[in-house]
């Protein structure tokens, strides 16, 4: 694979031949609480992610009037207007400098997705180490460039876009800032296998060759992210929740910590499984040929100065002996010494 793909991020080197670099989405399934954005990342850092992310917004200024002071009832509303219930699950400042502390503290990587400008400068202002870019902004290349410009790694995701956007956002960072990482997403919470179209990943890399690709996975499960590794995908981004039954429309597509755990092992173990790609025989592989396998011996008791046939030729496991492609080679030989039946024959054996 092309060793200029790479990408840095707090001290983690993320390339082709890198273990996935897992992401824990968390976003706003802390529900407003700073203890439970605590306990998500302390599960994420014992189930083995990389980073854990929220989502920053300014309300205020992201959305419409119309839209802020729209009623919002239901079973996962959290506030009687869509602003109210959008204020209710945004950290501020003194929460985001207690989280950051945290993070430190038990050893992983945070950093927040920027819905807008304000929020950009929010993040900035706490030397956040990355930005993750929402499909939704992908076609917003203001933004991008103003995201650019702080010059920290971008994770982009290209949810509901054609190649196009996906190009037109390319050329947008690229120029200002090349520590970009380009997500494989399907924008649907969830999505079916059917829709995630990994096959993405490979036109990603053909297409883009100097940059890392990664997978946004939106999927309920976890073989689709090691599918996604195998096909190239080297940055893996899952949503997560302690409890999927929790209010919130995320959490019930979001993995609960054993479902993370299991998702970053086999991810560990697609890494290690992939190998370098070169054919050989591997120590561990003679046991199980030793039965298996195949000799070339003596079909039936031989005297010496026989000329052998194909008839006194017997193919028989062990395989401690001349291999079966030697068969032809034996055909026509005279035998310097008797052999039993089911002795090996060697061509030490044979005139």
């Known amino acids: 694979m092309d060793q200029t793909r790479t990408l840095s991020l707090a001290g983690a080197a993320i390339g082709d031949d890198s273990p996935c670099y897992v992401i824990a989405e968390i976003g706003h399934n802390h529900q407003g609480d700073l203890e439970k954005a605590k ?44 602003g109210a219930h959008r204020e209710a699950l945004e950290f501020g400042k003194a929460e985001y400098m207690e989280l950051k502390a ?27 180490p990355a930005y993750k870019i929402a499909s939704g902004d992908l076609t917003n290349t203001p933004l991008l460039q103003y995201i650019a410009r702080l010059g920290k790694p971008m994770f982009v995701s290209t949810g ?12 947008t960072i690229m120029p200002i800032n090349s520590q970009l990482c380009l997500l494989q997403c399907t924008a649907m919470y969830p999505v079916e296998a059917q829709d995630m179209n990994l096959r993405v990943i490979e036109t990603f890399r053909a297409a883009y060759p100097d940059i890392v690709i990664g997978l946004s996975d939106h999927q309920s ?19 997560f929740t302690l409890n999927r039954a929790w209010r919130g429309t995320d959490h019930a597509f979001s993995l609960e910590p054993l479902g993370m ?41 031989l005297p010496s100065g026989h000329q052998l046939q194909l008839r006194d030729i017997a193919i028989k496991s062990p395989n401690n002996g001349l291999p079966p492609y030697e068969l032809e ?10 052999l039993r039946q089911d002795e090996s024959i060697t061509f030490a054996d044979l005139t």
């Open 39 to 82: 306990q998500l990342f302390r599960a994420a850092k014992e189930c083995g992610v990389d980073a854990v992310k929220l989502q920053k917004r300014d309300n205020r200024t992201l959305y419409t009037r119309e839209l802020y002071e729209q009623p919002y009832l239901g079973e996962n509303s959290y506030g009687d207007t869509y």
């Open 261 to 301: 755990r299991k998702m970053v092992r086999d991810l560990q173990r697609a890494h290690a499984a992939l190998g370098d790609g070169v054919k050989r025989v591997l120590p561990g592989e003679n046991k199980a040929l030793y039965k298996m396998a195949k000799k070339l011996v003596a079909a039936r008791d």
């Open 221 to 239: 499960g976890i073989a689709m992210a090691v599918a996604g590794y195998v096909l190239g995908a080297r940055v893996i981004e899952k949503h």
């Open 160 to 171: 509901g876009a054609a190649m196009d956007d996906v190009q037109r956002a390319y050329d």
């Open 329 to 338: 080679n034996l055909i026509g030989r005279v035998l310097q010494r008797p």
């Open 102 to 128: 945290y993070a430190a503290e038990i050893g992983i990587t945070f950093f927040a997705t920027a819905f807008d400008f304000a929020s950009a400068d929010f993040l900035a202002a706490l030397e956040m």
